[in-house]
């Protein structure tokens, strides 16, 4: 990789807080599930607060990231084809059952017309989302990039939690981030650089995967709350909100989970600029 | 870091309807053949009349179960699991790879799937919806069936995993993320593809979506009526070519180059003159540092649908001479979702390498319509090179193209 990436906006949406989106969004949004319309409604918050400079659409990238993705447009569908019969099923629910629906309405509404990956795993779907548009800008395939982590509740998988030895946490909020990225130009980054970001799986039990227990965390303002799919992704995104409150510098946070480990660092330090 | 010049295969693994194993399929190159049949009983049960494309009733190889058992015994891998676990072993043992081997690298997994991510258990999911409270191992099935992690849990690896999600192109990404992978020198090794088991739930979801023909599918032909569905699991072994040559290992060929694009356009039709296939193919060609005229094989994602196949054609024609060997190879193994793109890299890797193409299956007069003509199933086409592309699309507007080249 060559050029360094500076993410210039991050932003997040939980639960119901979700401010109104303008009229020609969400008259775009009339047939979408709540998990595009989370998804879009942090994109567009992010897209606001970035800098407002051209970027040709082709230049735009879109990496999303997903644990269960859209589960509960699935089963919506299964209603659809148990209640209403075979040849008689949604095509409106099926079509947005599949993971990559949020990006291509994403990629539609924000003329997106670079690189465009849906990743999904179990752990942190995020920092995969993160790091291939991190590559992405960093080898030249994009100059932008969004990268969206979106996860809506999921009743049946609640149930299913509830019914394990550790399924006494905390519910399950619907939630989106959404970080701008950019190649840091010839002046001065827009805002704190991406300078690792690694991520590593290996086996582990299901029933980890389900209750997100053992999952730990560390480093500067990274708190350990929000034990639900989208935890990290939302505790990486207010500790970039708080940088401001500590001493500019290189700051590095570790993540630990049954079967999986990733280090994310940034340089908050003003006035960096050039390769990495 | 230093760009190694070029990204090997070293390993693949292909199983589909068409064949259980890659010998099968490069056979079929050359004695095509269909095996599209109504949906059989032992699949799920249906009162719809599109047929399909269904791989064995017991899809997992000898070796593929010896990979299974050392899993362990309390572990109900899903269809899909157990196809990608067929093409992988024979992917590993082909590449010359066992677990061992393996223990000692950084290895790398990536994945295509669409079915293959999803909780579609309508049984657990009915008896919920009722108010019971069903056996947990539909959900302990789910969360064990992420492939990159099964994969990884297969052979005992770590390292980066990712599944792609990409819907009909998440094969085709898969590896060009991969190549992607290995050419950052993030991983020693890459083990790249798509699986995706054919189910009740896509199947239905295909058909209100009015896209599927009610006879076999005749990809670029005038009379194309829609697509087929089919199973089936693709799997490449990427690695530097440096480590290959230090394993002693010959490349099979080589992924020289990949673009993505995104339509931003429609949620499940492709832009209609193909604009995020336009840039992908522009991509991958720059990437692959190649010219246009130097592919000589085309490997189209030619499902019969027909918006699908006017908007290939029309990206093909603005990008290559007319004269470039186009064909699709679905008519041999349906349209496998998150599988397409890899099985079909292999099977472009295949052709590439016999330096001969079959024409396409159920084309038997091509669309006047269509600006750039395919080759029609009863022509068979030399190949001027060993360079080839194998291009995807997909809903939600994903576009991927991958430049392959087989070796000498």
Known sequence: ???????SAAEMIVGGDCPPLPATLARALRRADDLTILA???AHAALQRAPQRPVAPAARGLFVGMVHGPIETNFRYLDSLVDDGEGQSSPTLFSHSVHNAVAGYVARLFDCQGPSLTVTTFTWPFLIALDEARRAIATGRAERALAIAVETSCPVLEEARRRTAAGDGEPWLPAAVAWVLEAVAEGEASGPILTEIEVSEAPCHPQALLTRSGETRSGPLLDATDQQPLGVALALTRALGRVGEIAPGALRWGLAAPGAQATLAIDTRPGRRGDR | MTRPQRVAVTGMGCISAAAPDLRGHAAVLERPAVHCAPVPAWLFPTTLPWP?????PDPVSPAARDLLASAGEDWAPSRTVRLAATALAEALEMAE?????????RVGVVMGTTVGCTFNDEAYYLAWRGGGRPDLAPVTRYLSGNLAAAVHALLGTHGPAAVVTNACASGSDAIGLGREWIAAGRCDLVIAGGADELSRVAYNGFASLQ??????????????RGLNLGEGAGIVILESAQQAGARGVEPLGWVRGYGAAADAWHPTAPHPEARGLRHALDRALADAGTAPVEIALVNAHGTATPANDLAEARALAATLPLTTPVVSTKGMTGHTLGAAGAIEAILTLLALGRGETCGTVGCGRADPELPFPPLPEAAHAPLAGRLGISQSLAFGGCNAALVL????
């Open chain 1, 40 to 42: 879009i409604t942090a």
């Open chain 2, 405 to 408: 080249e087989a070796a000498a």
């Open chain 2, 97 to 105: 790879l066992d677990r061992r081997a393996l223990a000692s690298r």
């Open chain 2, 211 to 224: 896209l599927a023909d009610a006879g076999p599918c005749r990809p670029f032909d005038g009379e194309r």
């Open chain 1, 1 to 7: 990789m060559s050029a360094a990436v500076a993410v």
């Open chain 2, 52 to 56: 399909v494309f269904a791989a064995a």
